[in-house]
T-cell receptor, first 114, second 114 residues
Framework: AQSVTQPDIHITVSEGASLELRCNYS??????LFWYVQSPGQGLQLLLK??????LVQGIKGFEAEFKRSQSSFNLRKPSVHWSDAAEYFC????????????FGQGTELSVKP | DAGVIQSPRHEVTEMGQEVTLRCKPI?????LFWYRQTMMRGLELLIY????????DSGMPEDRFSAKMPNASFSTLKIQPSEPRDSAVYFC????????????FGPGTRLTVL
């Protein structure tokens, strides 16, 4: 079955430290891949997406993600975390050419220590 | 661009009552999606429309749930009768034909059924 897995439910990092949030997908073929962020009481905001081409994708707010086909992974990274990055992060996948059928991971809640 | 607008933002109702959630998508975005978010099940796609026509409603949990899109600028999700297990945050999202896999989310409606 198609699925997206985020192994870490909750991560705490110190402000200024680097961050990596993990995401693995299980699909027959490489899907489109996304990272969204959700602040408390808010909707989801798209951080970045991967469709094809360069496997290192740059997004908003200083985030990047790297697609690794061999590991079926699409991990999100940020070199230096800011307190305002505290939020919930969702990885999502959509099968190629099945526009709209996004499947989300369970989310990773990020806390930032001062 | 006002983004996706949802109303109400919060709804508290009693079991057995009818609940109607509303969504105004982004102008020019011809795809509209309804999601439900709960702690137990995460984010689930309920139904989506293209050009006001329902394309896939396989995620609608029961016949108590129904969704309509009478025109390009308005959609409703109705629950009748409501049950406590329907308590969740319901999101509406918009996408376009050329870029259906990139979805823009509204702020959500938090529904509590007592």
């Amino acid at each position: 079955a198609q699925s997206v897995t985020q192994p870490d439910i909750h991560i705490t990092v110190s402000e200024g430290a680097s961050l990596e949030l993990r995401c693995n997908y299980s699909y027959g073929a490489t899907p489109y891949l996304f990272w969204y962020v959700q602040s408390p009481g808010q909707g989801l905001q798209l951080l970045l997406k991967y469709f094809s081409g360069d496997t290192l994708v740059q997004g908003i707010k200083g985030f990047e993600a790297e697609f690794k086909r061999s590991q079926s992974s699409f991990n999100l990274r940020k070199p230096s975390v800011h307190w305002s990055d505290a939020a919930e992060y969702f990885c999502a996948a959509a099968p190629y050419n099945q526009g709209g059928k996004l499947i989300f991971g369970q989310g990773t809640e990020l806390s930032v220590k001062p | 661009d006002a983004g996706v607008i949802q109303s109400p933002r919060h709804e508290v109702t009693e079991m057995g009552q009818e609940v109607t959630l509303r969504c105004k998508p982004i102008s020019g975005h011809d795809y509209l999606f309804w999601y439900r978010q709960t702690m137990m099940r995460g984010l689930e796609l309920l139904i989506y429309f293209n050009n006001n026509v329902p394309i896939d409603d396989s995620g609608m949990p029961e016949d108590r749930f129904s969704a309509k899109m009478p025109n390009a600028s308005f959609s409703t999700l109705k629950i009748q009768p409501s049950e406590p297990r329907d308590s969740a945050v319901y999101f509406c999202a918009a996408g376009t034909s050329g870029n259906t896999d990139t979805q823009y989310f509204g702020p959500g409606t938090r529904l509590t059924v007592l």
